[in-house]
């Protein structure tokens, strides 16, 4: 795993979060494709850490953190997170899912079940196996539903003694009202454009600035595109073949993140009509002359298509259904 000698930007809000003088109950939020996960863990290592102010990664707690087997830290995520990342539990007791079996055969769950939170809070008020206190990190915290979210509350407002929680979301607002009024707040900022740029550029990364543009400035999520093919000149390249109506790149992305794409250029096509710069894409590679009422009603219909993405099976006609539609734009211009 990635830490923070390996993502620099990182090393500030490890201090800022470590330090914080009301950690017990904290949201950490943004910078999903700048190491919002890697910056959790670490913290979560850092407050168990027996030399701090960590984490030094040479104690028994750092070793036992690495080994996802401290008694002290409990780490609650959905399958599905499990799986994307990796992440198996040593210390599993709480969080295995009923155990039915057959694992493999049903769709990974993406909530944060209400056993596993209950399990937490009772584990939560027995004794730290170590003495520094407990950690319960949630990722992503807006993987509880409601339920799960409501049976958290009185634990937020009167922690067991020792024991911090840290909840990890993108956008606070997607957590309810009581529980983000109940937590202090600590935003993963990207890192300055340069630095990430740089730092892309040591990773081998050719085309840093483009993919950067395509990611929102975040690092990481650039480096993601790569690994799904989308190298820049492939995505400098995708605003055109929009524009003319060529859907086939776009098919053979996964819907959500071809329906991201055509909001990106949907975007930037609005804002050069509106006589502003390109953001996602470089000057001169979306091309002028779309028609600006048009550009709105495809905005909409991409934000619609982009709320009901689970539907794999008609993917592919339903991202030429939206190419097309961008093309009458284009050509109505
Ligand atoms: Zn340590």
Sequence with gaps: MLDERDLPWLAEPLAQLRDHPRSHAL???????????????RVAQAWLCENGPGPCGECPSCHLTVAHSHPDLKVLMPEATQLALGWSDAGDDGDSEGGEGGKSKRKPSREIKIDAVRAAIDWAHTSSGRGRGKVLL?????????????????TLEEPAAGTRLLLCVDDPERLLPTVRSRCQRVRLEPPDLAAAEAWLTRQGVAGAA?????????PLAAKALLDEGLDATVWGQ?????AQGDSRALAAMPLPRAVRVLQQVCHDAMAQAAGGAPRFFMPGQVPLGAEIAGLADWSRELARVARHDEHPWNAPLRVEALVAQAQRVWSAG
Excluded: C
Aim: hydrophobic share 50%.
């Design 27 to 41: 949201i950490l939020h943004g910078g999903a494709g700048s190491g919002q996960w890697e910056l959790a863990w």
């Design 138 to 154: 949630f990722y992503p915290a807006d993987a509880m539903n409601v339920t799960s979210a409501n049976a958290l509350l009185k």
């Design 210 to 218: 483009a993919l950067l543009r395509a990611s929102g400035g975040e």
């Design 238 to 242: 995708l605003p055109a073949q929009v």
